[in-house]
């Protein structure tokens, strides 16, 4: 008896959707944007500088700007999904891409040995990776679970979350906890119908790493990253995700770059 393949169920159509980006005007953030707003969604993005969040939005045919958003606070990040209902009506996807390698704070630049590093800045790397991811995921569960369905996407980092690397202990805890954070989600809320994926990328050519010495190898580029997490959120709603890694071409093994 021949088995006969059945046809493959469609991608999702995206347009119309109510999409949340936070960290959404720069570097990762501001390719997911452009690349949802070019498949039709609807798109809040949320930051903290009004002219480059201002200007992410303008890239939107239906955007929103929410600017002043500091993702520590959970009341910042209250108000943006409020006033992404209050524009849209509803939220449907939630991308959190808001993160940084080293506190504000800090003068000393990228890498920072662990000796070195104050627990204010260890702080500040924390709750902006950790604590913004939880906010906004937070409301967007809320939200998602009373309309019976949605889609969260966080972004962690593939060679810090996996295993770690020198000079990077700040970053690399706060990816680790994030990706078992977003791990412990997908199960937590696929019974209510919302689909949770952990992406990690490795390297990408963004402005926390340019300039820097994480920038000697290979990277990935931004729109690359952003096409990618997009086609994540369109796939069909059989499928399901454990992590999506991406890599650039040459290298074999997010563990084995010397990073």
Known sequence: MTAVASAPKPMLDLSGQVAVVTGGSSGIGLAVVSELGRRGARVVVAGRDPERVAAAAARVPEGLGVAGCDVRESASVERLFDEAVARFGTVDLLVTSAGIGASPRSRKGLPIAMMHLSVEEWDDVIDTNLLGPLHANRCAARIMSEQGGGQILNISSAPAARRGYAYASSYCASKHALNAFTQSLIEELEPLGIRVIAMLPDMVDTPMVQGT?????????????????????????DVRFDQAVLLPVGVGSYQQKGH
């Open 213 to 237: 010495q994480l920038a000697a190898g290979g990277m990935l580029r931004p729109d690359t990253v952003g096409a990618f997490v997009v086609d994540c959120l369109a796939q069909p709603w």
